[in-house]
């Protein structure tokens, strides 16, 4: 149990999130859309990675290509079939880490032709290494999950 809670504690320090896409999550963007890209804090692995556009009615938008990280390794891309229909898009990506560690996700953005394009958004110096795992963030996990323990086995006893 101690270390299914350490586990649970430490998976979203190990876990990739991004840092930004092109188009945003949430924004209205318009002009020729082509393109989406993702980008990342760490480095990533092209292994498994995956991104799909699904359109309004939840058909997907067709891929020129496959998934495609530029040179510095943080930002994957795909091209897709140019956007024609307003309405909301989703994107669903599966990305790994140069650790290993493989993360879905999942963002809405809106098309409006007549809308600005969208924002490039800032590949930031990566925060990750080929480390591996985050060991703090599991032995920090760790602590708590003893400390919750001893605190309910401590009250435990004061009940009998």
Sequence with gaps: MVLGVALVAAMPAIAHGPVGAEPAPG????GEIDEVA????????P??????????????VPQLSSVTLDD???VA?????????????????????????TTPGAYV????????????VPVPEPVL????????AFALGLV???????????NARRAE
């Design 109 to 120: 953005f809106s098309y409006e032709p007549s809308a600005d394009p969208p924002v490039p």
């Design 47 to 60: 292994d498994g990675m995956a991104i799909a556009v699904s359109d309004p009615d939840g058909a997907e």
């Design 72 to 74: 510095n390794e943080q």
């Design 27 to 30: 924004a209205t963007v318009g």
């Design 144 to 154: 708590a999950a003893g400390a919750i323990l001893y605190f309910f086995s401590r």
């Design 77 to 101: 891309r795909v091209q897709i079939e140019q956007l024609t229909e307003p309405g909301e898009y989703r994107v669903d990506y599966r990305v790994s880490g140069i650790d290993g560690v």
């Design 129 to 136: 290494t080929a480390s591996g795992p985050n060991w703090g």
């Design 38 to 45: 993702i980008i990342f804090p760490e480095l990533m692995s």
